[in-house]
């Protein structure tokens, strides 16, 4: 039986500068897998997806408010999030 999906974050899409193209900045070392997926998320989908799971009864009020703080800090800059869904042991 599969076990639960847990999203991890691995980097940004970042505009670019002065009339340069936006680029890919990973935040830390990350293995993928042939054929895996990498998402992006922009922070008005990240903010669409909260309300989502918060009406769903998915996430307590408290952990929803952590997460909007977190989606709120995302600067201006950040276009999107990348994102790996990982198998939880």
Not at 74 to 81: C, E, L, Y
Request: net charge positive; hydrophobic share 35%.
């Amino acid at each position: 039986m599969a076990g639960k999906m847990k999203r991890r974050e691995i980097g940004s899409v970042v505009k670019g500068r002065d009339g340069k193209p936006d680029y890919i900045k990973i935040s830390g070392d990350v293995t993928l897998s042939k054929g895996q997926f990498v998402n992006l998320e922009s922070p008005a989908q990240q903010r669409a997806n909260l309300e989502r799971a918060l009406s769903d009864g998915k996430l307590s009020a408290e952990l929803g408010e952590k997460i909007k703080e977190r989606i709120d800090n995302i600067p201006d800059f950040v276009r999107f999030t990348l994102t790996v869904n990982e198998q939880q042991s």
